[in-house]
């Protein structure tokens, strides 16, 4: 994306570069750019199953609405392969650049951790688990181009989300 693209207008040229593998390890791109300009650099990267090219747990064709496929088998609140990680960096080009890209995580992680157990001995660990949310802001999707989370406003007072603790 062109430095002039704030997160919400047009971007002057823009060209999407997917890239899958299948162990952790630094991914390359070569570009050809147009020297003395700024450009502003968007990765998102999450996990996609082994063989595949689809999104497993997030729609990443629109990186300005980036949401959560919430009905995919697997969602829960536990899973590690649910993470993602995204960077939104403007970049001078001058002649020959190299650039090395640090991604971080754009969303929070919800763990719900029992410290009574010993306590509670003999009973069943739990297995379904609900988290309420009072009077804020929803996050629906994430804009990798500006680093900002979209908020939609509670319908009510409150929200319950419950999940499967595996």
Do not use: C
């Not at 990765?43 to 949401?67: C, H, M, P, W």
């Amino acid at each position: 994306y062109d430095a002039n693209d704030d997160g919400t207008g047009e971007p002057i040229y823009r060209e999407r570069l997917v890239e899958y593998v299948d162990k952790y390890q630094p991914v390359t791109f070569d570009l050809r750019l147009v020297p003395n300009r700024e450009y502003k650099f968007v990765v998102f990267a999450d996990f996609v199953e082994q063989g595949s090219k689809d999104d497993l747990y997030y729609d990443t064709t629109d990186l300005r609405n980036i949401t959560a496929k919430t009905g995919a088998e697997g969602w829960n609140a536990m899973n590690e392969v649910r993470d993602a990680y995204f960077v939104s960096e403007t970049v001078k080009v001058t002649s020959n650049v190299e650039e090395t890209l640090t991604l971080t995580r754009p969303y929070g992680k919800v763990r719900v951790i029992a410290t009574d157990l010993d306590y509670i001995a003999g009973y069943s660990t739990p297995g379904y688990v609900e988290v309420t949310y009072h009077t804020e802001a929803l996050y629906k999707s994430f804009n990798a181009i500006n680093g900002q989370l979209n908020a939609t406003p509670l319908a009510g007072n409150e929200l319950v989300y419950g999940f499967e603790v595996k």
